[in-house]
């Protein structure tokens, strides 16, 4: 094969060590387990309309897409760490090798694979693509836009642009800012080269196809869930992340922060691209520069609005970066020294790959060990699907408050069990519950009603034990801290 058609090996390469080396290590982290409870509880219960974080307790804040797909994962290959990142990771990995199509068809094939490899190596990238997070499917559908759009109009086919409604309509299954991304990439690249396709009929059509993916699960889950998916998924997640005021401007700041910090080592590059641009009136890619340029400030700009500014909010302006960064290297270079760059590139990566297959120390974070190795111990005296858990806030039963959204995730999907609140640790000692989950603070609580603290966890609970349950304990409490295999 010619270098032409194998070019993207090398980005395919570097992306998979990337992403997806030893991906099956550690625990899942923030918001991610508790996107691993939704796909498990879809999985356990096949209810795929009406998303739970726990059997009974719907799930309203996100759409379904990856939930869906992790959850084929867990009935395919059983519920793992590795499962429910893979397809967070996939995402990043295919948004890759869209970036490297952008920059060869831009800017050449040595451009390409720099800027292909560059999106994987992002400071900001790998954290969020090797955990579950909705982030990665923004950035596949973003770049996978910006890709149609340019291949129309460099075929002189508009057509092309409805491939746009399908990677806003999927995107938006993922999350709700995705069509967002992709119009305004869309609309950005129409501007600077077919400005008169903005009006053209594959513009709406794209439109449209998007409308016809997006409305039927929506549809479907208002009909079943009413106001209880509405209000939260509309009202609390949309409508305010929506809100105009003064803290845009605090917004664009934070965002630029986030692209320094989060856009290295490539934004130096990125930054020189636009000075030797600028500074070249007659330069051959200075209308690529500006675009790529305003596909930044659009990101920048869209994730300023919301009231809570998040780094990982950034990642869909990284392969504008990445191009940037890409082009000015490939320069620098020259396009004679894309053989040695992918030999370079190459072997690497496979020295890469060598050593993470034999250094010894674990390279991802074990979060949640104390609450995996609770399952063992739980198991062997209370065999029971169900955990307590002693909060006054909160009335007594299944646990659906939104406030134990933390608790009732980490249960279910590490310790395999539902979680009832009482609002009394005598609540629970009458129900003959004989292991609660509790918070420090409310240790007293628990004590007056029955129960002696067994072991402390992290995050500042503990579990607690009833009394006349400890002469049936037949492990100590230093074994509740061992973590065994999910």
Known sequence: MTIKNNAWLTVALVAGIAFFARSWEGNLSTDAFRYAAVAKTIAVTNEWIVLQDQPGSIYANKPPLLFWLTAVNFKLFGVSTGAARFWSALFAFAACLFTYCLGRDLFGRLAGILSGCMAATFAGTIPNATNLRLDSAVVLATVAAAYTALSAHQADRPRRLLW????????????PIAPAHVAAVTLIVLAFFRPK?????SVAGAALIAAAIIAPWHIAVAREAGVAFTDVYVGREILPRLAIGPHVLQGIWDSFLALITQGLPWWPLAAWAIIFAARRSGSATRTQT????????????????????????????????????????????????????????????LAAAMLLLVIPLPIRKDGFEDYVGLRTVLDSFDPGPRLATVDPRFPTGLSKAEGQWWLRAVSWYYVNRQLDNFASAEEAAQDRRPFVLSEDRFEDLCV??????????????????????????????????APTQR
């Not at 746009?164 to 999350?175: Q, S």
């Not at 009833?466 to 509740?480: D, G, I, M, V, Y």
Request: contains cysteine; charged residues 20%; proline residues 4%.
């Open 164 to 175: 746009c409604g399908v990677a806003a309509g999927f995107g938006c299954l993922a999350k």
């Open 197 to 201: 396709w903005l009006f053209h009929w």
């Open 290 to 349: 500006f675009l790529l340029v305003s596909w930044i400030l659009a990101v920048m700009l869209m994730m300023a609005i919301p009231v809570k500014n998040y780094d990982r909010y950034m990642m869909s302006a990284y392969p504008a970066v990445a191009l940037l960064a890409g082009q000015r290297l490939a320069q620098a270079l020259g396009e004679a020294r894309l053989p040695r760059v992918r030999t370079l590139l190459n072997r690497t990566a």
């Open 448 to 481: 007056r009603g029955g129960y002696r603290n067994l072991t402390k966890l992290s995050k500042g609970r503990s579990l607690f034990v009833r009394r006349e349950f400890l002469e049936l304990r037949a492990s100590t409490p230093t074994q509740l801290n």
